[in-house]
């Protein structure tokens, strides 16, 4: 595919009849554990259209990330179907950049090879010149500077995010499931994290599919949300956030638009989660 | 049962005190060897009369061929032993199908099979360095195994993800994640690899420390049997130690923990 430093990508001209990015139809998902069947997802529907940035939101153990493994492939739906771009998803799904809550950057490789590594593979190799220029400004982008040598042993919790973050953009798979990926990052951390987020898949017009039981974050980035209620999860409420793009993520939560979405969301997370309590 | 703490030692008053024990040990051999006779004992002048004759000699060339046999046996079987025991190990089935085969040959104690290796590769160094090779891969094997199950899937998985063929989450992620237990396995090899060169080499050779040592012995030459197993003592230590160097090196990421 894009072989150099084109972050950019061309805008595709919106076709109603094109297939969305990722369609959710009526995909369940149970597990078996210990002798009993585990309701993870009920039937849900959900579909993302390219270039739109969803983010799901929901008490933990609500199937959220269930959603995720079923569209990168590692897990299969119980029912329903999982289509990628109308195919239906099988094996691996290798359009999707997955960042995991788990952290999975490679002990034995420093910051930068870490971040590097999406580029040596034969399906998009690039030259060793090539692949220097874009994680220097890969490492420069998420802020690692003079930590590029460093392994991860070496480097804080945070950090080690923002190598994970930095190996996953770096290739610009055209499609980003993300796993609460700030979850363990201090706030400060957290906004710079997010206001970078929004820039490259904004830049590089990524699709993201973006779990997190943080409501402000959801807001602040995403075009979408989708408020999932406790287990076995179905989607309880789908908002579109008409807030402006590019958003400031620094102050974009002082808005009174953004109160009112906060409010009103916030309102259906609760409600499922007194409900959760109950059940 | 008056002391009922023990104070930590170290440093150099520890090192002074084992210079002395040591010294009493020579003194006590070198008198029990002028006192009684010393045909069988020997005494440690004696020894260290032979071991500047051998240094002048052809100490040389023993060692080069002893230590030649473990560097060439150890490389071969512990590339061998890394490699099959990581596929194996990868691989559920090929796993299950063929460790317990490998598990199986183990059990047949490599030194019988010393004859028949002298048989078909004859006394020169050839035999000796399959002998030494072999003792190498299975140790290896079994721990490149283990370490090939033990792979975090969560990496590998994430590798296919960005677009990995098989070979290469083998190259970038099974081997690295590994390569701990394949240093460990090596580090164990190593004192087993001088066993099985310098046994083969008193069975059938021409030179090498062992077959120095066997001649010395077939002449009661208890002189030469006590220098040549002081030299195999250092020569044991060195290779240790340079396992550890390797190790420190190999796995220099893991420093950082801690």
Redesign the interface.
């Known amino acids: 595919m894009r072989t150099d430093s084109a972050l950019q990508r061309p805008p595709s001209a919106t076709n109603a009849s094109a297939p969305a990015r990722i369609e959710l139809r009526g995909a369940a998902k149970r597990f078996a554990a210990h002798g009993a069947e585990i309701q993870a997802l009920s039937a849900i529907d959900l579909s993302v259209q390219p270039h739109e940035f969803v983010a799901l939101v929901g008490p933990s153990g609500c199937g959220k990330s269930t959603v995720l493994n079923l569209v ?1 492939g ?1 897990l299969n739906p119980s029912e329903g179907a999982v289509l990628y771009s109308g195919k239906p998803v099988a094996g ?3 359009s ?3 960042m ?1 809550q ?1 952290d ?1 950057v ?4 420093t910051a930068e090879s870490n971040v590097g ?2 580029l ?5 190799r690039v030259t060793a010149q090539a692949r220097k220029d874009r994680v220097a400004r890969m490492i420069d982008l998420v802020g690692l500077n003079g930590f590029e040598k ?2 991860p ?2 480097l804080s919790g945070g950090m080690r995010k923002r190598v994970a973050l930095a190996r996953t953009l770096i ?1 610009e798979p055209e499609t980003l499931l993300m796993d609460e990926p700030f979850g363990a990052l201090d706030a400060q951390l957290k906004l710079l994290m997010q206001d970078q987020l929004q820039t490259l898949t904004q830049m590089a017009r990524m699709t993201v599919l973006f779990v997190t039981h943080d409501l402000a974050e959801a807001i602040a980035l995403a075009d979408r949300v989708v408020v999932f209620s406790p287990r076995p999860g179905r989607i309880r409420t789908v908002r579109t956030v008409d807030l402006p793009r590019p958003r400031d993520i620094f102050n974009v939560r002082f808005s009174t638009a953004f109160a009112r979405l906060h409010e009103e969301l916030w309102n259906e997370l609760k409600d499922g989660i007194a409900l959760g309590t109950n059940v | 049962m008056t002391r009922k703490t023990w104070r930590p030692v170290g440093g150099r008053g520890l090192l002074a005190w084992q210079a002395v024990v040591l010294l009493l040990l020579f003194a006590a051999w070198e008198l029990a060897a002028r006192y009684w006779d010393p045909t069988w004992t020997s005494s440690p002048l004696r020894v260290v009369e032979r071991l500047i004759d051998l240094l002048k000699g052809d100490l040389y060339r023993h060692l080069a061929v002893t230590f030649g046999e473990i560097a060439a046996g150890v490389l071969i079987g512990g590339f061998l032993g890394s490699i099959t025991g990581l596929w194996l190990g990868a691989s559920r089935f090929l796993g299950v199908l063929l460790r317990p085969m490998v598990v199986t040959l183990y059990n047949v104690p490599l030194v019988t099979l010393a004859p028949l290796f002298i048989v078909w590769f004859g006394f020169g160094m050839e035999s000796k360095v399959v002998l030494v090779a072999i003792s190498a891969f299975f140790v290896v094997f079994f721990n490149a195994f283990s370490g090939a199950q033990k792979v975090d899937q969560d990496l590998l998985q994430n590798l296919h993800l960005m677009g990995a063929n098989r070979l290469e989450t083998f190259v970038r992620v099974v081997v690295p994640a590994s390569m701990a237990w394949i240093v460990a396995g090596l580090k164990i090899a190593l004192p087993y690899a001088l066993v099985a060169a310098t046994t083969g080499e008193m069975l059938a050779a021409r030179d090498g420390l062992g077959s120095l040592l066997a001649k010395a012995a077939a002449r009661f030459d208890m002189t030469g049997v006590y220098s040549v197993l002081l030299i195999l003592m250092l020569v044991g230590m060195s290779i240790a130690n340079a396992a550890v160097r390797v190790e420190n090196y190999l796995l220099r990421w893991r420093r950082a923990n801690g």
């Open positions: 990168a590692l691996l799904n290798r999707v950049g997955y995991t788990k999975t490679l002990p034995w490789r590594i999406a040596e593979l034969k399906c998009r460093h392994f042993a070496e290739y």
